[in-house]
């Protein structure tokens, strides 16, 4: 592979330049022209923060830009192909086919998913929690498939990359098609325990050709199983969304003067909190039998939506008003409430795992959560001394469950008022939704096991076995 990973990673920023998103042209107009076309048409000098998304400032996409008008190789690159997904379930992924002749190289690109609650393509992230192929992956295995018979993809190196849902797909692709010569994700998250199970000789016979690029602090790339090879770096460039931006693609990159870009390797590698969120999140997944597997997924996707609301200007009972209107919904009531109760068992078993929390979301100017993750692990924690008493769990949902039952409405208004002298508002309906929730906690914090093993899966020995006894 003669184009690098830097040239790679520019290729995958360029893609979010979307015309409904500042004054960019579409970049479908550009099909069959070069990359240096679609650059010159950009006017630099209408680049503002008012017409653009806030997480990616105007000073960025010039560097982006100029960065990529530096660079000789990429600005060479023909536009082949560009291909937008319009599906009945609302996804609008991007594929595009570009070539590099002076390398012999063609680059096949899948669009990551956008930071917009609700995409089809951040439900289609989810889905694969519990399943083997989802409709985005098998769309973009066919389109690819598609490609390289159009356009006689076989005379060149061919190499699949993505950003996020863009390098699950590549890898995906990587998998299920021996074609591919190298695969190069950004952020890409992995796959599921079914998926293992079912590819494993695929795996076995083409995870060489992968390659993981993340940020260190990302928290879509831990989710689920990974495959290939994986190298951190630092991010940068972070603004008002504080922790969300580890995600973005252009996390990756240190700008200098006119587009002057590294990319700083974290040499430690992955991060102790991040080590010990994908442990907790392979553990918890794994308890569930697969109907209530694919529900608690579901609910994750509303949650992680909520969580990508909220930035450094949010304030605490914004945080309130978000997460109680997410519990409203009768599934995700339920799920969030065995989360809570796995969460505390958990802690139990390996009680550094909510400190490694705290100083992640600290680190990342977020302390509105860390007041709620310390009220939660207070309240919630097996024993309290408060004076002269020592009031554990099993009586304080004892005594809330009594109240929640029989306590006339001047209580709860009572309560809220309290609250409210502590600068924290909650409705009595909120509170009254917490009571509840506490109540199912306790339930399930009686019944439920923890599953030990939360390292991510690897390809069982009999799918290795048969791999080298096939090529023997």
Known sequence: MKISVKQ????????????????????????????????????LSQITDDEIP?????????????????????????????????????????????????????????????????????????LSGNTTD?????HALE??????????????????????????????????????????????????????????????RNAGKIENHMVDYDYISPLLNDIGKAAYYHGHNFGIGGFTENHLANTFMH??????????????????????????????LRSMEDDEKSRALDMLNDLLNAVLSVDRSTDRNEIVDIFA????????????????????????????????????LTRFGMEG?????????SILGWKKRILWLTIDFDKMASTISKINAHAPKWVYKSFSENLEKRGLSLSTGQIGLLADMVEMIDGFRRS?????????????????????????
């Not at 989802?134 to 098998?138: C, R, S």
């Open 255 to 284: 700008f200098g003067e006119n587009g002057n870009f590294t990319m700083d390797v974290n040499e430690e590698g992955k991060p102790a909190e991040m080590l010990a969120l994908d442990e907790f999140a392979n553990s918890y």
């Open 8 to 43: 790679l990673l520019l290729l995958n920023n360029l893609v979010y330049l979307e015309p409904e998103e500042g004054p960019f042209p579409d970049f479908q107009i550009f099909a069959g022209k070069k990359v240096r076309d679609w650059m010159n048409a950009i006017d």
């Open 448 to 472: 439920l096991s923890i599953y030990e093993d939360g390292i991510d899966k690897g390809v069982h020995e009999s799918a290795k076995e048969y791999f080298y006894e096939q090529i023997d």
């Open 369 to 377: 959560f860390v007041q709620y993750v310390e009220m939660v692990r």
């Open 134 to 138: 989802t409709p985005h992956q098998l």
């Open 143 to 204: 389109w690819y498939r598609a490609m390289c018979k159009k356009y006689h993809l076989s005379q060149y190196e061919v190499t699949v990359t993505g950003h996020s849902k863009g390098g699950n797909k590549a890898k995906y692709i990587t998998i299920l098609d021996d074609t591919v010569d190298h695969c190069v994700s950004f952020n890409g998250e992995g796959f599921s325990d079914l998926f293992f199970n079912k590819y494993g000789v695929e795996i076995v």
């Open 54 to 126: 806030r997480m990616t400032t105007a000073r960025e996409w010039k560097n982006l830009i100029k960065a990529a008008k530096r660079d000789y190789t990429v600005m060479e690159m023909r536009i082949l192909s560009v291909d937008t997904d319009m599906r009945a379930d609302g996804g609008a992924g991007k594929s595009i086919v570009f070539i590099s002749p002076e390398n012999a190289e063609a680059i096949i690109l899948f669009k990551g998913t956008e930071l917009v609650a609700g995409s089809a393509q951040w439900k289609d992230n989810f």
């Open 325 to 360: 209107e997410l519990a409203q919904n009768p599934n995700h009531f339920r799920h969030m409430s065995y989360m809570l109760a796995y969460l505390i068992r958990y802690e139990q078993e390996y009680p550094f795992v909510v400190d490694l929390l705290n100083n992640l």
